[in-house]
C-alpha cells in the first residue's frame, strides 16, 4: 500500500519567491495534517483539514502560509513570499479518524525546504 | 508549541544492550504514540497506545501507558545498529484531536 507521498522532497528557493509542497494522503483517510520540524522547536502542527474542509489553522504562523484540500487525494501548504526562517522539513500526515478523534497518524517522507 | 518532556535526550549505547526512554507531561493523554525517525525521512509509527496501563509489544520494543495518564514509556531490548534513530513520542490530550510530540530521543548504537 502507498503511504503518504509528498513532493518535491526538496526545494531550494530565494527569499521572496512562492513554494508550494503537494501532499497526497493514505487512500480512505479522512484527515490529513501539516507539519513543520525544526530543530528549535521540533515538530509543530499548521493546519488540520478533516474531510477536505480545514478545522483548525492556528498552527498557521503567518498570512504568508495557506493550505487548500481540493478533494480527498490532495493537499497543497503554499508559502508565499518565502523567507529565510521558513526553511525546514515540511512534513504532511494523515490519519483515518473522524473529526474529534483522529487515531493514529502516519507521515509522508517530508520536504526539505530552503530559502536562501 | 507545547511539548511533552521527553527522557533521554540523547544516548550511546553498545549493541545488544537494552533502551529505555519515557515522557511525561502535566496533561492526561487519551493515546500515545511512539515514532522512529531516519535521517531525511518522516517519522514512522511504532506503537500505538489506546488504554491506561496498557503494554503493547511490536518485536524487540514493548511500550506501556502510564497508569497516570500522563506518561508513557519505550523500551527496545538487545538493540542493534538499525535501531540508529530519533525516538519520538505523542500525546492526544484528552478532548482534542491534536497531537503534541516531545522533543525526540535520539540514540545511537556503537556496534
Known amino acids: 500500500d502507498a503511504g503518504v507521498i509528498q513532493s518535491p522532497r526538496h526545494e531550494v528557493t530565494e527569499m521572496g519567491q512562492e513554494v508550494t509542497l503537494r501532499c497526497k494522503p493514505i487512500?480512505?483517510?479522512?484527515?490529513l495534517f501539516w507539519y513543520r520540524q525544526t530543530m528549535m522547536r521540533g515538530l509543530e502542527l499548521l493546519i488540520y483539514f478533516n474531510n477536505n474542509v480545514p478545522i483548525d489553522d492556528s498552527g498557521m504562523p503567518e498570512d504568508r502560509f495557506s493550505a487548500k484540500m481540493p478533494n480527498a487525494s490532495f493537499s497543497t501548504l503554499k508559502i508565499q513570499p518565502s523567507e529565510p526562517r521558513d526553511s525546514a522539513v515540511y512534513f504532511c500526515?494523515?490519519?483515518?479518524?473522524?473529526?474529534?478523534?483522529?487515531?493514529?497518524?502516519?507521515f509522508g517522507p517530508g520536504t526539505r525546504l530552503t530559502v536562501l | 508549541g507545547q511539548q511533552l518532556n521527553q527522557s533521554p535526550q540523547s544516548m550511546f549505547i553498545q549493541e545488544g544492550e537494552d533502551v529505555s526512554m519515557n515522557c511525561t507531561s502535566s496533561?492526561?493523554?487519551?493515546?500515545w504514540l511512539w515514532y522512529k525517525q531516519d535521517p531525511g525521512e518522516g517519522p514512522v509509527l511504532l506503537i500505538a497506545?489506546?488504554?491506561?496501563?496498557e503494554l503493547t509489544s511490536n518485536g524487540r520494543l514493548t511500550a506501556q501507558f502510564g497508569i497516570t495518564r500522563k506518561d508513557s514509556f519505550l523500551n527496545i531490548s538487545a538493540s542493534i545498529p538499525s535501531d540508529v534513530g530519533i525516538y519520538f513520542c505523542a500525546g492526544q490530550p484528552t478532548g482534542t484531536y491534536k497531537y503534541i510530540f516531545g522533543t525526540g530521543t535520539r540514540l545511537k548504537v556503537l556496534a
Open positions: 487512500s480512505g483517510h479522512n484527515s
Open positions: 500526515a494523515s490519519s483515518p479518524g473522524l473529526a474529534g478523534n483522529t487515531d493514529t497518524q502516519y
Open positions: 497506545l489506546y488504554k491506561a496501563g
Open positions: 496533561s492526561i493523554f487519551n493515546t
